[in-house]
């Protein structure tokens, strides 16, 4: 029993690191490029639905959406005036300039939000399904994260498969050059990645904070890394690996915690991932490149 | 002056670069001999100094050998903790600070090369952002076990456990490294001279190996993986030399900054200081060591003079950042700077005001 | 147009020049002589932010009510320290060219055992708001009875030490006969957590206490404490003890309620500040015990004049640094400390004062507070319990 629900535990945690590392692998798969700021879009995220249900009394359905349209436009934002500019230089110069969007979003939401910690409303409002008579509990929130995250997988899946747009990414993604003589606006189409990518990052905060109601400015930094760490996993450009990533990341930190040392459970989780990445150089399905986004 | 023509330009460079860290040396220890150096200066010298040191070892890894690092932090926490306790060891035999600092930094370079190359040997496999998370992992990893570590001295040598500092069972003697509490009671012997002279060892250790038939291999490799092994290099053999090079200047380092303070924490070294570290990396651009150090003091010292704009300062340090990147890297910039540069040649051609 | 990019590019030269000529020479800003220039140095960005500003915000309010009674003024320069021994250190020697006399912080315990050094070796007197760790005053053996640190004697704490804190739960829980079985959850990675964890062990064994469970989480995983709660409820503990900070103790009992453990709770004083949490769900907290020195209900008038500032309720910390900026005042006024009292010759008088047994300071955090050579504090710590979302002395 004990097991059953370190399980679900695990799972719970790994869907949040995958619905985040979606975010993650759909940008990196596109633009090539590793977006360090992509946490602190979710701290932003997490922060306006805060905002909105907490100190405007809106319903929670309002709040989603208010997050994901600022998010994006936050993302568009960004991309337009920090990266567009970048578009042939060295990607170690983009992965830097994300660095300093992530000290900016940061620094700006402590000055903005203060330091003090929110405590988040979950915007799940079912009760926790309780089996064996409570002893095996499966929250609310983690039951909607798991769902959230399978349609987002799909429908990423179909997106970037069977229509025009997510068809331009693809080409995009592998090579610029012969899909801009192919008529693809290779500019609008990486706009347009960020701006998915940060939706998702939108729904990924309120899900996060949902699960774990923890508000700071440094909230999105830890989970960013973690599930930067899941995309990789997964292989990272690969829509289901980023899935399976986080999950599996999620699964083992609970499970490196629970049975074999609770201090060493962030040593274990990386030990893994470097055995992983030993056995399968490109991470669990990174290998096919037609999967690839 | 006519033997420094008759070098190459690159030699030329690398004198350049000595002499820009001796100029300093000799203005600083000046100034601070007239007592007109701040006291935040003279605070910031020693830990700049390890930090120049960081900055031109990663150049080596990421710029020379083409390799993105993001754990280079660990083997500088390998380094520090290893002399914190190599120092802790010989205080009663060895008297002389100078000494003891020496030896520790020897022992904490070989320590974190001995690191580098357990790493090296699963990590050279992979390539590209593979490498550059195993790397970040290898980072957290040492972050956490040097967390749960304590370590002790008596009479009987060195207690090791990673349960409590209860378990060293120890007979009188002290303990070294204390779990999460890190070192304390770390004695201050780091001196800025001992730092200049071993930025200036980094130096010549690095630009020599750049030089060098080893380096010109490293950046083959680096350049053209396949043509390079087409034509007989070990790749694995050159990859090794310089990310184990940078590893045991990293070490070296760390022991340097550890003795600027008298406690020291593991999570100091973390994903973000890595990230710093490279951070002066590409601004003083890839493979350029004199660009490494000079973007190292501006990026260190600007938190430093923005003091005085309180809350402020890490969103205009974050802004100043973006905008660097941007004017440095892209195109329309590029251009530009290109253009006012062209200006200003023309002016001095025509006998105008003198560079500016 | 050319001309003003010229301009342009000679005033910045010129700012730059300044801003670093400054700085080397140390020529900046300076304290004013007729002010008594106190420096503070804590975390105002990154993740302990939020205890930094509380201790800002304290003093501030506290220097503004000292400045209104129109004696002796004090100017209060803050420095942030990121919550790191090299930054602290940074701040510390900018401080310095300021013109600091006297030293308030720092505010958590990694800054300040560095700090500490630097401020003893200089001879600056320091009094920290919060950092609990004895190492931060030295002179105190560990678990093991060794000392690593000598005794600063110019370095004192207004806060109660960690190893106390760990001896203070272990005999309450004794005493009060909290538990029959006690479940320990603390933080692996942080210094204030494992300070008081490690003193709690040692004093439980000696009290006979049954601890049938102890884990713990890093920073890097303080957000999945399911495994934690679930061995704890698994060993049939009756009572969770937490040495830890609120931020994670929110996110552990919304984890227990939902899974439907219902031990009672008992904290230490970085648990203060739980119920002031925007959005938090205080029926969660529903009694929770915890000791603190400081209950913001009972001290209606700073609270007001906290909140009304800026904008949220004042926890321990806010209170701390208000009775700092008292201590200070006071055993400057005894002492005859002003302005222009070099800070060697201020250090000496206070260390005398603050160590005279006649010299008793009242505050938010205890009535009649006094200092003994070794750096401690002796006031007395107060148990709360949460009723009905206000904290209630027991």
Known sequence: MTFLNYLINGISLGSVYAIIALGYTMVYGIAKMLNFAHGDVIMVGAYISFIIT????????????????????????????????LRNATSLA????????????????????????????????FDSIKLFDGQLVITAEAIVTVCACIIIMIALTIFTGHTKMGKAMRAVSEDKGAAQLMGINVNSTISMTFAIGSALAAIAGVLLCSAYPTLLPTTGSMPGIKAFTAAVFGGIGSIPGAMIGGILLGVIEVFASAYISDKLSNAI???VLIIVLLVKPTGLLGRKINEKV | MKKWKALSPQTRS????????????????????????????????VPLCAYIIMAVSLNLTVGVLGELSLGHAGFMSVGAFSGVIACAGMESFIPNPIIR??????????LAGITGFLIGIPVLRLRGDYLAIVTLAFGEIIKNIINCLYIGIDGAGLHISLVSSAELGLNSGRVVINGPVGAVGVQKISTFTFSFVLVMITLIVVLNIMRSRTGRAIMAVRDNRIAAESVGISITKYKMIAFITSAVLAGAAGVLFAMNYTSLSSSKFDFNQSILILVFVVLGGLGNIRGSIIATVILYLLPEILRPIQDYRMLIYSIVLIIVMLT?????????????????????????EQGE | MKNMRKILCAVLAVVMCTACAAMFTGCGAKASPDKLSIGGIGPITGDAAIYGAAVKNGAQIAVDEINALGGLQIELNFQDDVNDAEKGVNAYNNLMDWGMQILMGTVTTTPSVSVSSEANEDRVFMLTPSASSTDVIGGFPDASGNVSIARKDNVFQLCFTDPNQGIGAAEYIADRKLGEKIAIIYNSSDVYSTGIYDMFMVTAEELNLDVVSVTSFTNETATDFNVQLNEAKNAGADLVFLPIYYTPATLMLK???????????????????????????????????FMTPFASAEHPEFTNKYVESYGVEPNQFAADAYDCIYAIYEACKIAGIDGSTPAAEACEKLIAVFTDPEFSVDGLTGAGMQWTADGLVSKIPQAVVIKDGKYIGM
């Open chain 3, 255 to 289: 984890q227990a309620d939902a899974m439907g453990y219902e031990p009672s709770f008992l904290g230490v004083d970085g648990m203060d500040g739980i119920l002031t949490v925007e959005g938090f769900d205080t029926s969660l907290a529903e009694g929770l015990m």
């Open chain 1, 269 to 271: 989780v990386f030990g």
């Open chain 2, 14 to 45: 690398d004198f350049i670069t000595y002499g820009i860290v001796i100029a300093a040396f000799i203005v600083l220890r000046l100034l601070s001999a007239f007592g007109m150096l701040s006291n935040s200066l003279t605070g910031l010298l």
């Open chain 2, 101 to 110: 600092l020496l030896i520790a930094v020897v022992i904490g370079g070989v």
């Open chain 2, 328 to 352: 440095t890297n892209s195109e329309k910039a590029k251009l530009y700077i290109g253009k006012i540069k062209a200006r200003l040649t023309k002016k001095n051609a025509k006998g105008g």
């Open chain 1, 94 to 125: 983009v992965l830097i300039t994300a660095i300093g969007v992530s000290y900016f979003l940061q620094n700006s939401a402590l000055l903005i939000w203060g330091s003090d910690p929110k405590s988040f409303n979950s915007i799940v409002d």
């Open chain 1, 54 to 85: 907490s100190k405007m009394g809106l319903p929670a359905i309002v709040s989603v959406l208010a997050a994901v349209v600022v998010c994006t436009l936050l993302g568009i934002f960004i991309e337009r005036l920090a990266y567009k500019p």
